[in-house]
């Protein structure tokens, strides 16, 4: 058994060295399992993070994973071997799961479950996958290139807080996505007004909101998705006081607006900010999860 774990280990290593190309050859791939294996590896994944250099690749094999992931070191692949059963666990205790700070980071082909708020109210706790590039103040962009796919996040308590959020972030995805169960919203991008960002064959049901979008526009397409049996199913907005700076503006050339509050001259504006082939059905979804400001919307 173990000959065949190592020629399995050294397909994975040759597999990922050609996907990472000529200009990776430097990186490193750092094996994470639970099983006691010869060669060597991380027993776990923020073990495994902390000791990748730029550019590194981390491979999880199966096995539910408990606690925080941190990412702070940039342009790491995260790579999960199954998507079902690499479980990053969060045991309904109070954090988030895995918390994104720099920028070329890729995650991919796992789970993410349970990982809640204190209470009902928005915090920065209970969120599954979570870029986040705020600055001091809340309103620069820290996150230049961010990529998630094959990610499943849920919560079956009612303090989940966002399944997939990518915050203060441009240049990235959500593909191949699924988020339940969560008070606020399954997936969300917000606090950039030109995102180039994408977020394509998503299902996203049983949420307070499927999507929701503060203060995010510009080049952002949402597509070739589903969002259904939520409360409120898409939900973009703009608001003074999260993800600055306001307003959600979808002209093509929202980079280069740079006043406080954008005014428009004419209605003949380009637009990039587009919702297309996306299926939006039975929401109106009263007993999913909620937290106060959903419960005191219309």
């Not at 399954?186 to 996203?204: E, F, T």
């Not at 952002?220 to 959600?248: H, K, M, W, Y």
Request: glycine residues 10%.
């Amino acid at each position: 058994m173990n000959n065949v774990r190592r020629v399995v280990t050294a397909l994975i290593v040759a597999t990922v060295a050609l996907a990472a190309g000529a200009a990776a050859a430097s990186a490193s791939v750092l094996i994470v399992t639970q099983r006691p294996v010869s060669y060597p590896h991380y027993t776990t994944i923020q073990a495994a993070v902390s000791a990748a250099r730029r550019g590194d690749w981390i491979l999880i094999a199966p096995g539910v994973y408990d606690g925080t992931v941190r990412i702070t070191t940039p342009d790491l692949h995260l790579r999960g071997l199954n998507r079902n059963k690499v479980i990053i666990d969060g045991h309904h205790h109070v954090g988030n799961g895995i918390v994104v700070t720099v920028s070329g980071v890729w995650i991919e082909n796992l789970t993410v479950r349970n990982f809640d708020r204190r209470s009902r109210e928005d915090s920065a706790n209970g969120n599954e996958v979570w870029w986040e590039g705020a600055g001091p103040r809340g309103t620069r962009i820290g996150i230049r290139g961010w990529w998630g796919q094959y990610l499943t996040a849920y919560d079956t308590g009612l303090l989940g807080g966002y399944g997939l959020y990518a915050g203060h972030s441009v240049d990235g995805f959500f593909k191949h996505v699924y988020a339940s169960g969560f008070n606020d919203s399954g997936v969300y991008v917000g606090g950039c007004r030109d995102c180039q960002a994408l977020v394509q064959d998503a299902l996203v049901e049983r949420n307070a909101l499927g999507w929701s979008s503060t203060n995010a526009g510009g080049h952002l397409i949402v597509a070739d998705s589903t969002f259904r049996d939520n409360s409120v199913g898409v939900a973009p907005d703009s608001e003074p006081d999260d993800d600055l700076p306001p307003p959600q503006d979808g002209a093509c050339n929202s980079a280069s607006n740079q006043a406080k509050l954008p005014t428009f001259t004419s209605t003949e504006i380009d637009r990039c900010t587009i919702f297309r082939n996306n299926v939006i059905e039975d929401n109106g979804n009263l007993s999913t999860p909620a937290n106060s400001d959903i419960l005191n919307a219309p």
